[in-house]
């Protein structure tokens, strides 16, 4: 089945600094790239997503890149705020029905 | 708000025992998936329905079961209950439909404790 690696686990940046996370998945057939915010007491919500047929998407300070040949994708954030400060989830689907397997999370912490 | 209604928000129970999570998608959403969120198991897919029937099965052990009401909302069965089975368990609703986004849009979670 699809095994999907989410790094790092932790990371903390100032104000106004980017943050990356990488995620790297194992299923060639893997055609959907979601990327889920957690804030604490809540569930997950969407905050970009991407398909194979592209390679990058942006969304305001937020944007996504897909390396199919490398199996890997990435999430970015411009200009980070401390609300920005949350667990993050990138996830799979080789199913094309939104059967998604999830990366281990990051916890990204934003400092005034 | 997500528009995805779980409850209850917490429950409490013994090992051995049998708890029942119920979920109502959004408006409109034909498909419901539950998830397991575990400190040592991440957040992992349980079960998927679309409008009543089961769609595709995930990491779902035999003690658990769901199903989809024909009003589309969702309930979650456990049983024999054990300690590792305490976790926040989520629902989440999509409309599944061809051509469509189809973002899956995430209840608040039901936290579970087993004692």
């Known amino acids: 089945g699809e095994n999907v690696e989410q790094h790092p686990s932790t990371l903390s940046v100032q104000e106004g600094d980017s943050a990356v996370i990488k995620c790297t998945y194992s299923?060639?057939?893997?055609?959907?790239f979601p990327w889920y915010k957690q804030e604490l007491g809540k569930g997950p919500q969407l905050i970009i997503d991407?398909?194979?047929?592209?390679g990058e998407k942006k969304d305001q300070r937020i944007a996504v890149t897909l390396n199919k040949t490398a199996k890997h994708f990435s999430l970015h954030i411009t200009e980070t705020q401390p609300e920005d400060s949350a667990v993050y989830f990138c996830a799979t689907d080789n199913t094309g029905f939104q059967k998604l397997v999830f990366g281990t999370g990051t916890r990204l912490l934003v400092s005034p | 708000d997500s528009g995805v209604t779980q409850t209850p928000k917490h429950l409490i129970t013994a090992t051995g025992q049998r708890v029942t999570l119920r979920c109502s998608p959004r408006?409109?959403?034909?498909?419901v998936y539950w998830y397991q969120q575990s400190l040592d198991q991440g957040l992992q897919f349980l079960i998927q329905?679309?409008?009543?029937?089961?769609?595709a099965k995930g990491n779902i052990l035999e003690r658990f079961s769901a199903q989809q009401f024909p009003d589309l909302h969702s309930e979650l069965n456990l049983s024999s209950l054990e300690l590792g089975d305490s976790a926040l368990y989520f629902c989440?609703?999509?409309?599944?439909?061809?051509?469509?986004?189809?973002?899956?849009?995430f209840g608040p979670g039901t936290r579970l404790t087993v004692l």
């Open positions: 408006s409109g959403d034909l498909s």
């Open positions: 299923d060639s057939a893997s055609n959907y």
């Open positions: 329905y679309y409008n009543g029937e089961e769609r």
């Open positions: 989440a609703s999509s409309t599944l439909l061809a051509g469509g986004r189809n973002e899956q849009f």
């Open positions: 991407i398909r194979s047929n592209v």
